[in-house]
């Protein structure tokens, strides 16, 4: 759709306006919202997610990370000071690269740093070697039968009883 009111461009930009119970619409190229001082209203994003990882971080971690120990992932090139502008890494490595200081983070977001498991402990079933063959074996039914909500709950207790009898620290939070 070209533009309203230079009829040349392509419209970018919708503006939509109620008066009197009736919605006007307007398509403008940005050259012309420009020219009428319309700002766009993501315009200022960057800024306040900025300001919003500040907020998370705490001056405390800043005012450490200000000194010009600036630590880079050495996979990707990453800084702590990119993340901050952007909230988005750039690799993997990032992760254990800036570990010490997505601890404070997620604690302050989160209230930990930890994560548990997908049920609380006291949710969780004990189940025996024999106990666990007679459920897949339910859950093999419930799926032929199409009774899919009994699956999905036997699915949880076979899952919950491998993770249990694993329970191996692999590095992977679960």
Request: negative net charge; aromatic residues 6%; glycine residues 6%.
């Given at each position: ?137 339910e859950l093999?039914?419930?799926?032929e039968s ?29």
């Amino acid at each position: 759709m070209l533009c309203q009111l230079c009829q040349v461009e392509q419209a970018t930009i919708k503006v939509a306006h109620v008066v009197n119970d009736k919605r006007i619409e307007v398509h403008i190229c940005g050259a012309c919202a420009e020219q009428k001082g319309l700002e766009s209203p993501m315009a200022g994003l960057p800024q306040m997610f900025e300001n919003f990882i500040m907020e998370l971080i705490g001056k405390d971690l800043f005012s450490r990370l200000d000194d010009g120990s600036q630590k880079e992932c050495k996979a990707c090139g990453m800084t702590w000071e990119s993340f901050q502008k952007t909230g988005l890494f750039g690799c993997d490595i990032c992760y254990q690269t800036f570990d010490s200081e997505l601890d404070v983070v997620l604690r302050r977001i989160h209230g930990s740093n930890q994560h548990i498991g997908s049920r609380p402990k006291s949710q969780r079933h004990v189940i025996s070697e024999s106990e666990l063959q007679k459920i897949k074996t339910e859950l093999r039914k419930a799926v032929e039968s199409e009774n899919f909500e009994r699956a999905a709950e036997l699915r949880d207790m076979v899952r919950d009883a491998q993770y249990d009898s694993a329970n191996e620290n692999d590095g992977i939070l679960r």
